[in-house]
Structures are given as structure tokens and as C-alpha cells.
């Protein structure tokens, strides 16, 4: 079975530019959420989401979204980008179907972000 | 609030010799529990999962929880040069109504030495 794919891998963008990062997860996965990876924070959540719904959101201004389409692929993105939006973006997998053990996350590769 | 802490390290063992990693948690709610391991410039990658109190063995691996205590340990049996990496922990809290969401310690870094 195939795992979680981002794309793209790498970014480079300037200050104010806006992006959109992709992930497919695993096939049979509802479950697709966001996170964000600095050295100074670790891994911060950004947001889940489930069937097409956004079910949870963590501590990250509006400049930050996202959705899903029906076939469980999602997007993020970043408007007006700042410095401090230099980050590794990724995104993780689940089955959850509502029992605690299809709980287990299967994160992608990552899109490394990096703002001029 | 850190909601899940873990010790920075680095944590340095010579090789053949048993790494000890350590996770504490502050929602007494939580149910699930996971150790991820991130090789430098990689993603985290899951190498146990763990439900109820008590050991889990996979391998080498072993994982240790105590809801008690709000404790979980990974234990690395025969440490060797490949696992030197960050080890990072956990925890599946209730966010609001049915929803959930993984809150992650900032890592552990594991060096096995030759």
C-alpha cells in the first residue's frame, strides 16, 4: 500500500507571496492533518481534517487553511507569507474509524518551506 | 502549558547497551500513546503504539505506560549506531466533543556510539 505523498518537496517563496502544499494519504485514510515543524517549536498541529470537514484547529492565525476533497486528498495554505513561516509542513494519515487504535498517525515526507 | 514533555537529551549509550526514553503527559483523559522516530531531515516515522498500562514489546523495542503516574517509556534493547535519532513522544487527548488530536513532546535526541 502506498503512503502518505506531499507535494512539492521544496519551496522557496518571498515575503507576502501566498502557497498551497498538497497531500494524498494513504488509501482508505479519512483522516488528514497538518503540522508544522521548527527546530525551535518541534511539531506544532495546524488542523484535521475528516470527510471534508475541518474537525479540529490548533493555535495558528487565519493566514493559515485548509480543506479536503472528497477523495480524502487535502491542501493547506499560507497567505501572505512572513519570515517566521520557514518551516518543515507535514502531513499525516489515520484511519480513524472511531476506535482509539485507528488513532495511529503515518506522516508524508514533508514540504520544506523556506520565506525571503 | 506543556502538555507533554520529554528530555531534550542528548541521550548518548554505547552500542549493544539499552536507551532509555521518557514522556510525561498532563490530560489524565488520554488513551493512546505513540513513539515516533525522526532521522535527521526525514519525517517521523511510527515504531510503537501503546493502549493500556503496562509493557508492549516489538522487537527490540519496548514500551512501557503507567496512566497512573502519566508516564510512557520506550526502552531500545541492543542499542545500535542506526537508531541515533530523534525519538519523539505521543499522546491522543480529547480536544472537544469526539474530537482528538496528537500533541507531541519536542524530542528526545538518541546517540548510539560505536
Known amino acids: 500500500k502506498a503512503g502518505v505523498t506531499q507535494t512539492p518537496r521544496y519551496l522557496i517563496k518571498t515575503r507576502g507571496q501566498q502557497v498551497t502544499l498538497s497531500c494524498s494519504p494513504i488509501?482508505?485514510?479519512?483522516?488528514v492533518s497538518w503540522y508544522q515543524q521548527t527546530p525551535g517549536q518541534g511539531l506544532q498541529f495546524l488542523f484535521e481534517?475528516?470527510?471534508?470537514?475541518?474537525?479540529n484547529k490548533g493555535n495558528f492565525p487565519g493566514r493559515f487553511s485548509g480543506r479536503q476533497f472528497s477523495n480524502s486528498r487535502s491542501e493547506m495554505n499560507v497567505s501572505t507569507l512572513e519570515l517566521g513561516d520557514s518551516a518543515l509542513y507535514l502531513c499525516?494519515?489515520?484511519?480513524?474509524?472511531?476506535?482509539?487504535?485507528?488513532?495511529?498517525?503515518?506522516f508524508g515526507p514533508g514540504t520544506r518551506l523556506t520565506v525571503t | 502549558q506543556k502538555e507533554v514533555e520529554q528530555n531534550s537529551g542528548p541521550l548518548s549509550v554505547p552500542e549493544g547497551a539499552i536507551a532509555s526514553l521518557n514522556c510525561t503527559y498532563s490530560?489524565?483523559?488520554?488513551?493512546?500513546f505513540f513513539w515516533y522516530r525522526q532521522y535527521s531531515g526525514k519525517s517521523p516515522e511510527l515504531i510503537m503504539s501503546?493502549?493500556?498500562?503496562g509493557d508492549k514489546e516489538d522487537g527490540r523495542f519496548t514500551a512501557q505506560l503507567n496512566k497512573a503516574s502519566q508516564y510512557v517509556s520506550l526502552l531500545i534493547r541492543d542499542s545500535q549506531p542506526s537508531d541515533s535519532a530523534t525519538y519523539l513522544c505521543?499522546?491522543?487527548?480529547?480536544?472537544?466533543?469526539?474530537?482528538?488530536?496528537?500533541?507531541f513532546g519536542k524530542g528526545t535526541l538518541l546517540t548510539v556510539n560505536p
Open positions: 490530560d489524565r483523559g488520554s488513551q493512546s
Open positions: 481534517y475528516f470527510s471534508e470537514t475541518q474537525r
Open positions: 499525516a494519515s489515520s484511519l480513524w474509524t472511531g476506535g482509539i487504535e485507528t488513532y495511529e498517525q503515518y
Open positions: 488509501s482508505g485514510h479519512r483522516s
Open positions: 501503546i493502549y493500556s498500562n
Open positions: 505521543a499522546v491522543m487527548t480529547r480536544s472537544g466533543g469526539s474530537n482528538y488530536k496528537l500533541t
